[in-house]
């Protein structure tokens, strides 16, 4: 059971680290640094788009998981050999998954819109009021 945690937590962690190492790294080339001055409280230049880190962090492994359950034989008992190198308790639950992977990548495009909206605040800072506007009316599409 531990290694299921740990294959569900490490390549999101190794992906969002070496991510952000490339923001911090190259982001202010492409305007993704917040300077100090009027509401900011460092004292030098920081760069921003640590959202966008994250969200490859989430994206990443979900779309390679996406692309094993494409190959991966329908179920389980049919699967023989294919699924044999899963758990039991993993293998079973390859259909449900399959089922209901549409739900989990309408949940993804929500937040993909919401990352791409942080990253445009980033760039070019957003006023407040469309940003709530906007988050608000993808929280009600998405909770309907």
């Known amino acids: 059971m ?10 999101s962690l190794l992906i969002c680290w070496v991510a952000a190492w490339a923001l911090r790294r190259w982001g202010p080339r492409v305007g993704l640094v917040d300077r100090p001055g009027w509401r900011k409280v460092h004292a030098r230049p920081m760069p921003t788009g640590g959202g966008l880190a994250i969200w490859l962090g989430v994206v990443v ?3 390679l998981g996406q692309i094993a359950l494409w190959v991966l034989p329908e179920t389980p008992v049919t699967a023989g050999a294919a699924t044999s190198w899963l758990p039991k308790f993993v293998a079973i639950h390859l259909p449900g998954l399959a089922q209901q992977s549409g739900k989990l990548w309408t949940l993804l495009a929500g ?22 506007a906007i988050q608000t009316a993808v929280a009600v599409v998405l909770v309907l």
């Open 2 to 11: 531990i290694w299921l945690v740990v294959g569900a937590t490490v390549p």
């Open 61 to 63: 492994p979900f779309a």
């Open 111 to 132: 937040g993909t819109g919401l990352m791409f909206l942080g990253l445009l605040d980033d760039r070019r800072g957003l006023d407040w009021k469309p940003r709530l």
